[in-house]
């Protein structure tokens, strides 16, 4: 069955310092990974788009990783700040489809 | 100017009622998309329509009915509300299917609490 876990639920930092949120799989064949940031009451917002061939990605402060072997994908914040607040959504496509599987996210609390 | 936007942001009504929510996207894409996220925050597909065209229906009650009137605007009516369907309703488009990549513009969500 295609699923997508991630870990933490959720997260409590400082501001100032980093952290890495896991996202694993077993989505297959894969296709791509995505990470999404909800803000609290929006929608979700595009981070970074990987797709096999791709180990790394960044985005500002926001870089993913990802292992296609292992079926597991990291996105790590740099020099958190209170706006990285948020949810943030691990999302996998296999190919041969139109379907996006969603992970149940990480909420990322930044205290000053 | 807002890329994907849906009315209305707030919804609360009765049990059995009918009601629908609307989406219009102004970035010229070809597939547009109904989420429903629940209260554990997990999104899940309705539909999807390519170019006015139903392409994705999953499992979902058929009193759910996606109206789509150009590739511009995704409609979403709800016949006879039950309290299941409270959730916050997301409209997405994308120019190309999501399996290809293409990046998905999420509108801003629309809470609906059937009471």
């Known amino acids: 069955k295609n699923q997508v876990e991630q870990s933490p639920q959720s997260l409590i930092i400082l501001e100032g310092k980093n952290c890495t949120l896991q996202?694993?799989?077993?989505?297959?064949?894969?296709?791509?990974l995505r990470w999404y940031k909800q803000d609290t009451g929006r929608g979700p917002v595009s981070l970074t788009i990987?797709?096999?061939?791709?180990n790394t990605k960044s985005n500002g402060r926001y870089t993913a990783t990802l292992d296609a072997d292992t079926k597991q994908s990291s996105l790590h914040i740099t020099a958190s700040q209170l706006s990285d607040s948020a949810s943030y959504i691990c999302?996998?496509?296999?190919?041969?489809?139109?379907?996006?599987?969603f992970g149940t996210g990480t909420r990322l609390q930044v205290f000053p | 100017d807002t890329a994907v936007s849906q009315t209305p942001k707030y919804l609360v009504t009765q049990m059995g009622n009918d009601k629908s929510i609307k989406c219009e996207q102004n970035?010229?894409?070809?597939?547009m998309y109904w989420y429903k996220q629940d209260s554990k925050k997990f999104l899940k597909i309705m539909f999807s329509?390519?170019?006015?065209?139903?392409?994705i229906n999953e499992t979902v009650p058929n009193r759910f009915s996606p109206k789509s009137p150009d590739k511009a605007h995704l409609n979403l009516h709800i016949n006879s509300l039950e309290l299941g369907d409270s959730a916050v309703y997301f409209c997405?488009?994308?120019?190309?299917?999501?399996?290809?990549?293409?990046?998905?513009?999420f509108g801003e969500g629309s809470r609906l609490t059937v009471l």
């Open positions: 329509y390519n170019n006015k065209e139903l392409i």
């Open positions: 996202c694993n799989y077993t989505v297959s064949p894969f296709s791509n």
């Open positions: 999302v996998v496509s296999a190919q041969n489809t139109d379907k996006l599987i």
């Open positions: 990987m797709t096999f061939s791709e």
């Open positions: 997405a488009s994308s120019q190309v299917f999501t399996a290809n990549t293409g990046e998905l513009f």
């Open positions: 970035l010229g894409h070809d597939t």
